[in-house]
């Protein structure tokens, strides 16, 4: 069945660094959604890309879908201790297919 | 994009007895769909909820144990049963609009 496989599993960043997860699916996507997860809450819609190459900015946060649509990463730049949490990747096949498909999420820690 | 309640927020239960979920929408959706999250972990679709027909299950998920009910397009329920501790976990609710949007959890121990 379909994989999404989601790097790093852990990021430890100074507050002000910038910072980035990767995303790379077994298929090509129909389209590919980022959640955030803030400790002891439920995973919260940041956005969803659809078109290949496609590449979204959402203030501080940059998204983009791989030309290929298999691949997407998430970036963050001059990240602050709000953006402490997990962040997930879920890929969507389209068709038939119902539910998301989940990566493992990197969880963002961040130093003051 | 639709508000979801969930409950219970969490419980402890005992070892081979069951517990059921519930999940409100406040606007009509087609598909509703359960998932689980170990804490820390990713998020596992169980199963797909459709109004007037049977859920569809995902490998290694089967309705003996995580009977679901859809009784309208603003509801359903999620049942976990004949627990043991293997499914102490979070049950997380959500339908699709643009994106997914998820209840709150449901904080599951069995003890």
């Known amino acids: 069945g379909q994989q999404v496989m989601q790097i790093p599993q852990y990021q430890h960043v100074q507050e002000g660094e910038d910072f980035t997860t990767y995303c790379n699916s077994s298929?090509?996507?129909?389209?590919i959604q980022w959640y955030k997860q803030r400790p002891g809450g439920h995973p919260v819609f940041l956005i969803q890309?659809?078109?290949?190459?496609e590449v979204k900015k959402q203030k501080r946060l940059t998204f983009q879908f791989g030309e290929a649509k298999k691949n997407s990463s998430l970036h963050i730049t001059a990240t602050q201790t709000t953006d402490v949490g997990t962040y997930f990747c879920?890929?969507?096949?389209?068709?038939?297919?119902?539910?998301?498909?989940f990566g493992k999420g990197t969880h963002l820690i961040i130093q003051p | 994009s639709a508000v979801i309640s969930q409950k219970p927020s969490r419980d402890i239960c005992q070892r081979g007895t069951s517990l059921t979920i519930q999940c409100q929408v406040d606007?009509?959706?087609?598909?509703m769909f359960w998932y689980r999250q170990q804490p820390g972990q990713s998020l596992t679709l169980i199963a797909t909820?459709?109004?007037?027909?049977?859920?569809?299950?995902e490998s290694g998920f089967v309705i003996d144990k995580f009977p679901i009910s859809r009784p309208n397009l603003t509801f359903s329920t999620l049942t976990v049963s004949n627990m043991s501790p293997e499914d102490s976990s979070i049950y997380l609710c959500?339908?699709?609009?643009?994106?997914?949007?998820f209840g709150s959890g449901t904080r599951l121990t069995v003890v």
């Open positions: 959500s339908v699709s609009s643009y994106g997914y949007t």
């Open positions: 298929t090509t996507l129909s389209n």
């Open positions: 890309l659809v078109k290949s190459g």
């Open positions: 879920a890929g969507w096949a389209g068709g038939g297919a119902d539910g998301l498909t």
């Open positions: 606007s009509q959706v087609t598909m």
């Open positions: 909820a459709n109004q007037g027909s049977e859920a569809t299950y």
